[in-house]
């Protein structure tokens, strides 16, 4: 390592740039959730600040959660893998096994790639880290994952500094974590360890810092970590762009600029407005329920009888005499409350929260209450299209190129197949195939149903159909001959029925006979 700069150099460098959203960020959660970004220094038994306000975390936790849902959609895919198109209609014109055609069969072995990698994610436990990953995301703007199967960690903004291109591509990586000293390999102790001090005093934890450098020579990552300036044995590597388990996220994307911008950030000021309120509303209220009484000094009224007197009793006194102490501010905390509640209301909108959107009535239909809260989702589609790129298409080639290593998926040429990632509550992909295809079955004018049917191919559709929904046909659709088989048997069935039995011995007679005749 001698003349180069080090990891932890490196870092440090970098950090500067990083400093102004890092403050930022933590301005974000000191308001919102305190301990997701916490100030530096901080131990566990550091004593986080209390808000006031509770509604900024339940805005923050509501929104994370409907992002969960949407880019992770349980038991079904957040992903979809078409045929470019210029070979999907050089495979329509292939027959393939089964009475089908390519375009067919290999839509059916995507479909089932799918639904593999769609299991991988429900084995891996990746949305307990993808909730904590878009928490960060909505607070502080930023987050780091590490994607490696069963070990994934978010790393927040904190820990981790990034250098990207002028295309906004990630080139440069920094992660600096804690680690033990009895966590490292026996090679790895030797490199680091405190020669002072006896193995069994090896316990402070060490910074372990992780460098990765895009290399446009070779157009791979390289990764390598070092601790004390000095790198660990056995920790260099390469990693192509499809299986490099670290992905950069943020929240938005400025020309320019290596980090995103929180969205918790875009209404900080409505934040801490409700934070003061919250708190002075808190605080005068406070004031206000105090019951304290006033007498007048020299009066015939005695004070500590009318403290011991019990309920109902006779005391001597002048009524006159006696006042209760009153605040004189329900106006201006009438005023502070309703600058609480607008405040809130814009809050609960922006975040998407289900109480800003439902009609207060007795009744409301489910019908309502989402078309009210798609509406309000449209506004989030810039942040959908950017997570869609920036976090499901990364996640989804790196575990497509573990499944294929692993062979449990088929290795389909990477040129000839296209990754569409589904975000948004109406799944882009085949949700709108679906709906098209309603929509031109459901154009057809009723009376030329029976002349256009026959030219539409039923088990073409019925792929389609099922395609679109996500169902896996293998073992569900009969074989054409199949079917052909099947009828021809209906129709015996019927003729037997009505001709009676002694009708279909002599068809199937004449039918062996016609087969016997025909040349060998």
């Known amino acids: 390592m001698d003349g180069k700069i080090t990891a932890r150099g490196r870092y440090d460098r970098l950090a500067s740039d990083r400093l102004m959203f890092l403050e930022r960020a933590r301005e974000c959660s000191r ?31 509501n929104l ?5 849902t949407t880019l992770l959609p349980p038991g079904a895919p957040f992903f979809k893998l078409n045929l470019e198109r210029l070979a999907a209609e050089q495979a329509a014109q292939v027959p393939a096994p089964g009475g089908s055609n390519l375009k067919s069969f290999t839509e059916e072995q995507l479909l089932r790639t799918e639904l593999i990698a769609s299991d991988e994610v429900e084995g891996m436990s ?55 000293y009895y966590d490292l390999e026996p090679l790895q102790q030797l490199k680091v360890r405190d020669f002072t001090k006896e193995e069994e005093d090896q316990k402070d934890m060490l910074d372990i810092y992780t460098s990765c450098t895009w290399n446009y020579e070779t157009k791979k990552w390289d990764v390598y970590q070092e601790i004390n300036g000095q790198e660990l044995p056995d920790t260099r590597g390469t990693y192509t762009k499809d299986n490099f388990p670290y992905i950069p996220l943020r929240w938005n994307r400025i020309d320019g600029e290596d980090y995103g911008r929180g969205y918790v950030e875009e209404y900080l000021g409505d934040i801490i407005s409700l934070e003061e309120l919250s708190k002075s509303i808190v605080q005068g209220s406070a004031v206000a329920s105090r019951i304290i009484y006033l007498v007048e000094p020299g009066g015939v009224t005695n004070p500590r009888e009318l403290e011991e007197a019990e309920n109902g009793a006779y005391v001597k006194g002048n009524v006159n005499e006696v006042n209760a102490v009153q605040s004189q501010k329900s106006q201006d905390l009438r005023i502070a409350a309703e600058m609480v509640a ?24 489910a019908e309502e209450i989402r078309l009210m809260a798609n509406e309000l989702e449209n506004a989030l589609g810039g942040i959908y299209s950017l997570l869609g790129q920036e976090f499901q298409r990364p ?21 000839l197949v296209d990754i569409q990632v589904i975000t948004g509550l109406e799944a882009l992909g085949r949700g709108q195939d679906l709906q098209r295809l309603q929509v031109a ?30 169902v896996d046909t293998a073992g569900l ?27 279909i011995q002599q068809a199937g007679a004449m039918a062996q006979a016609q087969l016997q005749e025909q040349p060998q």
């Open 64 to 68: 994370a959660a409907k992002l969960l």
């Open 477 to 503: 659709l009969k074989d054409p001959e199949q079917v052909a088989a099947e009828r021809q048997q209906a129709q015996m069935q019927q003729m037997a029925e009505k001709l009676g039995p002694q009708a």
């Open 31 to 61: 308001y919102t959730i305190p301990y997701l970004i916490p100030e530096e220094g901080t131990t566990s038994s550091t004593r986080f600040h209390t808000p006031y306000a509770g509604l900024p975390a339940q805005a923050v936790n």
């Open 126 to 180: 990746l949305r307990p880290k993808a909730y904590e990953l878009f928490r960060h995301l909505i607070v502080g703007g930023n987050a780091l994952l590490f994607e490696d199967g069963e070990d994934s960690r978010v790393h927040p903004l904190s820990n981790f500094v990034c250098h990207r291109d002028g295309k906004g591509h990630p080139v440069e990586i920094i992660i600096k974590a804690a680690c033990s």
């Open 342 to 365: 607008g405040i809130e209301a814009a809050l609960k909108s922006a975040f998407l929260m289900v109480s800003s959107v439902q009609r207060q009535a007795e009744r409301v239909t």
């Open 395 to 415: 996640l989804v080639e790196r575990i497509l190129s573990r499944l294929k290593k692993q062979k449990k998926v088929p290795a389909l040429p990477d040129d």
């Open 441 to 470: 079955i459901g154009s057809i004018p009723q009376p030329l149903l029976p002349e256009v049917l026959p030219y539409l191919d039923a088990t073409e559709m019925l792929n389609r159909i099922f395609g679109a929904v996500g």
